[in-house]
């Protein structure tokens, strides 16, 4: 049985819970969405989303950026640090800031969830994904190095000074039984020199692939399933020690 390790200040910067469609949603029922009275009330503040497309060729000297409007980005009147991002072929929904923990944010996703259906009706859909960005500041200095905090890390060659200043890692990952994917990607963001401390991002999304039904116990039973797996990653990414910084 899961059972949520809950910090007392998770590093968590932003979540981000992704429904993706199988097929597009025309925009007139989009419309139907954004001119709904949820909408108006709730995340009144529209602005367009853009795709852009950057084109080159041997006959064409210059790189050429080009650029769309593709879908909404959808805040709330309150300030309240939540974003939604509408396009024909998915929908986010976006913790900002301060993490507000899983149950919070995800009641509210079924909330916004059960809105565009009712708007747009009956679709199916082929994706869900969450992502946490995670921004991890460690104290410096680092007596034994990177391992004393983090346990994702570059193999360095023998003959190689193993004192790094930077690294970027990305690993892909699954869980078979489950049918689960995960991208997993470490980066050091930079020094703060004032208050001696290390700039560590920890991303981590994970998703599933399948067929789902609009608002079926499925799709929610497979979003739990997603946050055991990207909180089992988290954990075994990190040591003790760094998730005690996360209790102080």
């Not at 080159?56 to 980005?73: C, L």
């Not at 703060?192 to 920890?202: A, H, I, P, V």
Request: aromatic fraction near 10%; charge should be positive.
């Amino acid at each position: 049985m899961f059972i949520p390790r809950n910090l007392k200040n998770p590093p968590i910067r932003e979540a981000i819970f992704s429904i993706t469609f199988k097929d597009a949603i025309p925009q007139a029922k989009l419309d139907q969405f954004l001119g709904s009275d949820f909408i108006k009330n709730s995340f009144p503040t529209k602005t367009p989303g853009f795709a852009v497309n950057i084109t080159a060729s041997k006959n064409q000297p210059n790189i050429v950026t080009t650029g769309k409007v593709d879908g909404f980005i959808l805040k709330p009147k309150d300030g309240k640090a939540r974003l939604i991002h509408v396009r024909p072929t998915f929908i986010s929904y976006h913790n900002l800031e301060k993490y507000d923990g899983w149950d919070i944010v995800i009641n509210e996703l079924k909330i916004l969830w059960s809105e565009f259906c009712t708007s747009v009706g009956v679709i199916q859909l082929s994706e869900i994904k969450v992502r946490n960005i995670n921004q991890i500041l460690l104290p410096l200095p680092l007596s034994t190095g990177f391992k004393e905090y983090i346990r994702l890390l570059p193999v360095v060659p023998e003959g190689i000074n193993p004192s790094l200043g930077n690294f970027f890692i990305q690993i892909n990952t699954v869980d078979k039984a489950k049918q689960l994917n995960a991208t997993i990607s470490e980066k050091i963001l930079g020094v703060d020199q004032n208050n001696k401390k290390l700039n560590l991002l920890l991303d981590i999304t994970v998703f599933k692939k399948d067929i789902f039904e609009c608002d079926k116990s499925k799709m929610w039973e497979s979003f739990n399933d997603l946050r055991e797996y990207k909180d089992d990653l988290f954990f075994k990414c990190i040591t003790p020690k760094t998730e005690s910084l996360f209790n102080e």
